[in-house]
Protein backbone atom coordinates (compact mmCIF):
# COMPACT_ATOMS: atom_id res chain seq x y z
CA UNK A 1 0.00 0.00 0.00
CA UNK A 2 1.34 3.48 -1.05
CA UNK A 3 -0.49 6.71 0.01
CA UNK A 4 1.10 9.70 0.31
CA UNK A 5 4.76 9.56 1.55
CA UNK A 6 3.88 6.31 3.15
CA UNK A 7 4.85 2.57 1.71
CA UNK A 8 3.37 -0.40 3.74
CA UNK A 9 5.19 -3.01 2.34
CA UNK A 10 3.03 -5.85 1.74
CA UNK A 11 4.39 -9.01 0.72
CA UNK A 12 3.60 -12.15 1.79
CA UNK A 13 7.45 -12.81 3.76
CA UNK A 14 7.28 -9.86 5.30
CA UNK A 15 3.89 -10.21 7.07
CA UNK A 16 4.47 -13.98 7.91
CA UNK A 17 7.79 -12.82 9.64
CA UNK A 18 6.47 -9.56 11.35
CA UNK A 19 3.45 -12.48 12.46
CA UNK A 20 6.11 -14.82 13.99
CA UNK A 21 7.63 -11.09 15.70
CA UNK A 22 4.72 -10.46 17.69
CA UNK A 23 3.75 -13.74 18.87
CA UNK A 24 5.09 -13.50 22.36
CA UNK A 25 6.63 -16.72 22.60
CA UNK A 26 9.18 -15.85 20.19
CA UNK A 27 12.28 -15.96 21.46
CA UNK A 28 14.93 -13.23 21.98
CA UNK A 29 17.14 -14.92 19.30
CA UNK A 30 14.37 -15.41 16.95
CA UNK A 31 13.05 -11.82 17.46
CA UNK A 32 16.60 -10.31 16.40
CA UNK A 33 17.20 -12.76 13.55
CA UNK A 34 13.76 -11.70 12.48
CA UNK A 35 14.19 -8.04 12.70
CA UNK A 36 17.22 -8.54 10.88
CA UNK A 37 15.47 -10.35 7.70
CA UNK A 38 12.47 -7.67 7.28
CA UNK A 39 15.38 -5.08 7.11
CA UNK A 40 16.77 -6.96 4.35
CA UNK A 41 13.60 -7.25 2.68
CA UNK A 42 12.58 -3.91 3.52
CA UNK A 43 15.52 -2.38 1.79
CA UNK A 44 14.12 -3.47 -1.19
CA UNK A 45 11.05 -0.83 -1.43
CA UNK A 46 13.06 1.66 0.63
CA UNK A 47 15.66 2.11 -2.15
CA UNK A 48 13.53 1.89 -4.92
CA UNK A 49 13.77 5.33 -6.48
CA UNK A 50 17.53 5.46 -6.14
CA UNK A 51 18.48 6.92 -9.44
CA UNK A 52 21.01 4.62 -11.95
CA UNK A 53 23.32 5.51 -14.47
CA UNK A 54 24.46 3.49 -17.18
CA UNK A 55 27.72 1.88 -17.49
CA UNK A 56 29.66 -0.02 -19.98
CA UNK A 57 31.09 -3.41 -18.79
CA UNK A 58 32.47 -6.49 -20.05
CA UNK A 59 31.34 -10.14 -18.95
CA UNK A 60 32.96 -13.02 -20.33
CA UNK A 61 31.00 -13.19 -23.60
CA UNK A 62 30.52 -9.10 -24.46
CA UNK A 63 30.39 -5.81 -23.92
CA UNK A 64 27.03 -4.70 -22.50
CA UNK A 65 25.23 -1.54 -20.89
CA UNK A 66 24.55 -1.89 -17.28
CA UNK A 67 23.91 0.24 -14.37
CA UNK A 68 25.25 1.48 -11.57
CA UNK A 69 23.52 3.51 -8.39
CA UNK A 70 23.55 7.25 -9.15
CA UNK A 71 23.80 10.25 -6.67
CA UNK A 72 24.53 10.82 -3.07
CA UNK A 73 26.18 8.37 -0.63
CA UNK A 74 24.21 6.87 1.80
CA UNK A 75 23.97 7.01 5.91
CA UNK A 76 21.89 4.44 8.07
CA UNK A 77 21.10 6.06 10.95
CA UNK A 78 19.56 3.56 13.56
CA UNK A 79 17.66 5.25 17.17
CA UNK A 80 19.37 3.37 20.18
CA UNK A 81 18.77 0.85 21.25
CA UNK A 82 16.29 -1.14 18.82
CA UNK A 83 16.97 0.52 15.60
CA UNK A 84 20.51 -1.33 15.96
CA UNK A 85 18.92 -4.57 15.08
CA UNK A 86 18.12 -3.03 12.11
CA UNK A 87 21.41 -1.68 10.68
CA UNK A 88 22.60 -5.14 9.55
CA UNK A 89 20.34 -6.19 7.23
CA UNK A 90 20.51 -3.03 5.25
CA UNK A 91 24.23 -2.00 5.42
CA UNK A 92 24.88 -5.70 3.76
CA UNK A 93 22.91 -4.45 0.40
CA UNK A 94 24.20 -1.28 0.72
CA UNK A 95 27.81 -1.97 1.87
CA UNK A 96 29.32 1.50 1.07
CA UNK A 97 26.62 3.20 3.57
CA UNK A 98 28.07 4.95 6.45
CA UNK A 99 26.41 4.28 10.25
CA UNK A 100 25.78 7.60 12.12
CA UNK A 101 23.93 6.66 15.67
CA UNK A 102 21.34 8.67 17.82
CA UNK A 103 20.48 7.86 21.48
CA UNK A 104 17.13 8.38 22.46
CA UNK A 105 15.20 6.40 24.89
CA UNK A 106 11.02 7.64 25.81
CA UNK A 107 10.52 8.52 29.11
CA UNK A 108 7.89 6.05 30.69
CA UNK A 109 5.75 8.62 32.35
CA UNK A 110 5.87 11.46 29.96
CA UNK A 111 6.51 9.62 26.85
CA UNK A 112 8.65 12.49 25.57
CA UNK A 113 12.17 11.14 24.07
CA UNK A 114 15.32 11.80 25.92
CA UNK A 115 18.69 12.57 23.87
CA UNK A 116 21.82 10.85 24.92
CA UNK A 117 24.19 10.15 22.53
CA UNK A 118 24.53 11.55 18.57
CA UNK A 119 27.61 10.52 16.68
CA UNK A 120 26.75 11.53 12.59
CA UNK A 121 28.86 11.02 9.27
CA UNK A 122 30.44 14.20 9.39
CA UNK A 123 29.37 14.63 5.94
CA UNK A 124 25.67 13.50 6.74
CA UNK A 125 24.24 16.51 4.46
CA UNK A 126 25.27 15.44 1.56
CA UNK A 127 23.79 11.46 1.79
CA UNK A 128 20.49 9.64 1.53
CA UNK A 129 19.61 8.83 5.33
CA UNK A 130 17.56 5.96 5.89
CA UNK A 131 16.94 6.28 9.75
CA UNK A 132 15.71 2.95 11.58
CA UNK A 133 13.62 2.23 14.32
CA UNK A 134 11.63 -1.02 15.00
CA UNK A 135 8.71 0.86 16.39
CA UNK A 136 6.83 4.44 15.21
CA UNK A 137 4.55 5.01 18.25
CA UNK A 138 3.69 8.34 19.33
CA UNK A 139 6.10 9.81 16.86
CA UNK A 140 7.99 11.75 19.39
CA UNK A 141 11.55 9.82 19.19
CA UNK A 142 11.05 9.89 14.95
CA UNK A 143 9.97 13.31 14.94
CA UNK A 144 12.88 13.95 17.86
CA UNK A 145 15.76 11.78 15.54
CA UNK A 146 14.44 13.94 12.32
CA UNK A 147 14.99 17.45 14.01
CA UNK A 148 18.83 16.21 15.30
CA UNK A 149 19.38 15.19 11.37
CA UNK A 150 18.12 18.21 9.99
CA UNK A 151 20.04 20.91 12.46
CA UNK A 152 23.14 18.62 11.53
CA UNK A 153 21.91 19.28 7.61
CA UNK A 154 20.64 16.53 6.15
CA UNK A 155 18.69 16.85 3.45
CA UNK A 156 16.69 13.99 2.25
CA UNK A 157 15.53 11.59 4.91
CA UNK A 158 13.54 8.06 4.83
CA UNK A 159 12.53 6.97 7.64
CA UNK A 160 12.29 2.63 7.93
CA UNK A 161 10.10 1.08 10.86
CA UNK A 162 8.79 -2.14 11.26
CA UNK A 163 5.47 -1.76 13.09
CA UNK A 164 3.89 1.61 13.18
CA UNK A 165 0.29 3.15 13.80
CA UNK A 166 -1.60 6.39 12.61
CA UNK A 167 -0.69 8.44 15.21
CA UNK A 168 2.87 8.45 14.56
CA UNK A 169 2.52 8.36 11.00
CA UNK A 170 0.71 11.64 11.38
CA UNK A 171 2.95 13.25 14.06
CA UNK A 172 5.62 12.72 11.45
CA UNK A 173 3.80 13.76 8.52
CA UNK A 174 2.47 16.82 9.97
CA UNK A 175 5.74 18.80 10.51
CA UNK A 176 8.12 16.53 7.86
CA UNK A 177 5.30 15.43 4.95
CA UNK A 178 8.89 15.72 3.08
CA UNK A 179 9.96 12.23 4.79
CA UNK A 180 9.17 8.94 3.32
CA UNK A 181 7.96 6.65 5.52
CA UNK A 182 8.00 2.78 5.39
CA UNK A 183 6.71 0.51 7.71
CA UNK A 184 6.41 -3.30 7.28
CA UNK A 185 3.04 -3.25 9.15
CA UNK A 186 0.37 -0.65 9.67
CA UNK A 187 -1.10 -1.22 13.19
CA UNK A 188 -4.60 -0.02 14.75
CA UNK A 189 -3.91 2.68 17.21
CA UNK A 190 -2.11 3.46 20.49
CA UNK A 191 -2.94 2.02 23.97
CA UNK A 192 -3.44 4.64 26.95
CA UNK A 193 0.65 3.35 28.22
CA UNK A 194 1.64 4.62 24.26
CA UNK A 195 2.20 1.07 22.94
CA UNK A 196 1.21 0.22 19.71
CA UNK A 197 -1.54 -2.21 19.47
CA UNK A 198 -1.76 -5.10 18.33
CA UNK A 199 1.98 -4.34 18.34
CA UNK A 200 4.76 -6.28 19.91
CA UNK A 201 5.60 -5.06 22.98
CA UNK A 202 9.15 -3.40 23.88
CA UNK A 203 11.20 -3.89 20.85
CA UNK A 204 13.95 -3.02 22.93
CA UNK A 205 13.71 -5.49 25.30
CA UNK A 206 12.30 -8.29 23.23
CA UNK A 207 15.83 -7.45 21.01
CA UNK A 208 18.11 -7.50 23.81
CA UNK A 209 16.11 -9.40 26.73
CA UNK A 210 15.65 -6.70 29.32
CA UNK A 211 12.79 -5.59 31.20
C1 LIG B 1 11.11 2.52 21.51
C2 LIG B 1 11.28 2.37 20.02
C3 LIG B 1 11.26 3.79 19.55
C4 LIG B 1 10.28 4.43 20.50
C5 LIG B 1 8.98 4.60 19.78
O1 LIG B 1 12.32 2.89 22.09
O2 LIG B 1 12.44 1.67 19.66
O3 LIG B 1 12.51 4.44 19.59
O4 LIG B 1 10.13 3.54 21.60
O5 LIG B 1 8.09 5.30 20.56
P1 LIG B 1 7.55 6.74 20.18
O6 LIG B 1 7.18 6.70 18.72
O7 LIG B 1 6.36 6.92 21.06
O8 LIG B 1 8.62 7.74 20.46
P2 LIG B 1 12.51 3.04 23.67
O9 LIG B 1 12.25 4.44 24.08
O10 LIG B 1 11.70 1.99 24.39
O11 LIG B 1 14.05 2.81 23.85
P3 LIG B 1 14.93 1.48 23.60
O12 LIG B 1 15.04 1.28 22.12
O13 LIG B 1 16.22 1.85 24.22
O14 LIG B 1 14.25 0.33 24.28
N1 LIG C 1 8.01 1.37 21.81
C1 LIG C 1 7.99 0.03 21.69
O1 LIG C 1 9.04 -0.62 21.77
N2 LIG C 1 6.81 -0.57 21.51
C2 LIG C 1 5.65 0.11 21.42
O2 LIG C 1 4.59 -0.51 21.23
C3 LIG C 1 5.69 1.50 21.55
C4 LIG C 1 6.89 2.11 21.73
Known amino acids: MKTSNLTVIEHPLVKSKITQMRDKNTTTKEF ?3 VDEISGLM ?3 ITRDLPVEEIEIETPITTTIGYR ?3 NDMAIVPILRAGLGMVKGIHELIP ?3 IGHIGLYRDHD ?3 PVEYLCKLPTDIESRDVILVDPMLATG ?3 V ?3 EILKDRGAKSIRLACLVGCPEGVKAVHDIYPDVAIFLAA ?3 KLNELGYIVPGLGDAGDRLYGTK
Open 32 to 34: GEL
Open 43 to 45: CYE
Open 69 to 71: IKG
Open 96 to 98: TAK
Open 110 to 112: TLQ
Open 140 to 142: GSA
Open 144 to 146: KAI
Open 186 to 188: LDE
